[in-house]
T-cell receptor, first 111, second 113 residues
Framework: RKEVEQDPGPFNVPEGATVAFNCTYSNSASQSFFWYRQDCRKEPKLLMSVYSSGNEDGRFTAQLNRASQYISLLIRDSKLSDSATYLCVVNSMDSSYKLIFGSGTRLLVRP | DVKVTQSSRYLVKRTGEKVFLECVQDMDHENMFWYRQDPGLGLRLIYFSYDVKMKEKGDIPEGYSVSREKKERFSLILESASTNQTSMYLC????????????FGPGTRLTVL
């Protein structure tokens, strides 16, 4: 079983739609969770951290469910520029320096 | 702004060649990482370094080695390239004690023929 699992998609949605992605992680002792964004042929960049209480940044909301070991990302009022691959990331329990990346969920926002 | 640069965007090599991939960061970060990214597999950690001359194996170190002689530079070496090492290679850095943000370079698309 992969340590971090995501639905690869693609999720194909119209502009203005609300879309949500989930990600599951296998190690219940994991402490830190993140969403990274990767545009086509570009490097990954941190989108937002995921806190136990949930957090919101504009149109983006991230939630953590420790009991079920999943993380979610909600995007409201989708824009064409939101088209990208969204990577779910969890800290490694082997080393504090290491992050474990999911293989990503691809989002396509159409006009 | 953190800047991580990689020596080449695209590289084509032949089987058996020795390949050097260079990564330089300008933010005085202690930690540096090398990943490869393949479709459906995501980013997989090859090696990382938390200080000059220090290195640790990641999840897939076989067939690779690394060198960190200076704090700002982390090199990935393929001693004898093979076709299954055709991939996108991404370098990243982060400050000491950081458990969240890693800053990535633009990547090197390596093709081994």
């Amino acid at each position: 079983r992969k340590e971090v699992e995501q639905d690869p998609g693609p999720f194909n949605v119209p502009e203005g739609a609300t879309v949500a992605f989930n990600c599951t992680y296998s190690n219940s002792a994991s402490q830190s969770f993140f969403w990274y964004r990767q545009d086509c042929r570009k490097e990954p960049k941190l989108l937002m951290s995921v806190y136990s209480s949930g957090n919101e940044d504009g149109r983006f909301t991230a939630q953590l469910n420790r009991a079920s070991q999943y993380i979610s990302l909600l995007i409201r009022d989708s824009k064409l520029s939101d088209s990208a691959t969204y990577l779910c990331v969890v800290n490694s329990m082997d080393s504090s320096y290491k992050l474990i990346f999911g293989s990503g969920t691809r989002l396509l926002v159409r006009p | 702004d953190v800047k991580v640069t990689q020596s080449s965007r695209y590289l084509v090599k032949r089987t058996g060649e020795k390949v050097f991939l260079e990564c330089v960061q300008d933010m005085d970060h202690e930690n540096m990482f090398w990943y490869r990214q393949d479709p459906g597999l995501g980013l997989r950690l090859i090696y990382f370094s938390y200080d000059v001359k220090m290195k640790e194996k990641g999840d897939i170190p076989e067939g690779y080695s690394v060198s960190r002689e200076k704090k700002e530079r982390f090199s990935l070496i393929l001693e004898s390239a093979s076709t299954n090492q055709t991939s996108m290679y991404l370098c990243a850095s982060s400050p000491a004690g950081s458990t969240d943000t890693q800053y990535f370079g633009p990547g090197t698309r390596l093709t081994v023929l």
